[in-house]
């Protein structure tokens, strides 16, 4: 059985940074591609970025570019979100995901999720 864990989230101010960190385990695991979502309290799951396991290739969503990046280790099986410039409107639970193309809908496991919560 895949599992996905995550680690990193907490509570900073608006303008620092955290990382995010995505450990997948189990047996045979290998997706096309790794994500993170995001789900604020009170609003439906939201994309913000996915990396493919092969080619690195990255997409985001627009309300993180430039502030977030993710990248994976493929020999660790690992996937990190680097948020910098936080701010009120990032916080939410932060969930990690694997699937063929996550930032289409296509996801076959999640995470438990990590709470990041940006004071003002």
């Known amino acids: 059985q895949v599992q996905l864990v995550e680690s990193g989230g907490g509570l900073v101010q608006a303008g620092e940074s955290l990382r995010l960190s995505c450990a997948a385990s189990?047996?045979?695991?290998?997706?096309?591609?790794m994500a993170w979502f995001r789900q604020a309290p009170g609003k439906e799951r939201e994309f913000v970025a996915t990396v493919r396991w092969s080619s690195g290739s990255t997409y985001y969503a627009d309300s993180v570019k430039g502030r977030f990046t993710i990248s994976r280790d493929n020999a660790e099986n690992t996937v990190f979100l680097q948020m910098n410039n936080l701010r009120p409107g990032d916080t939410a639970v932060y969930y990690c995901?694997?699937?063929?193309?996550?930032?289409?809908?296509?996801?076959?496991?999640w995470g438990q999720g990590t709470l990041v919560t940006v004071s003002s």
């Open positions: 995901a694997a699937g063929a193309a996550p930032e289409r809908g296509y996801v076959t496991v």
């Open positions: 189990g047996r045979t695991f290998r997706s096309n591609a």
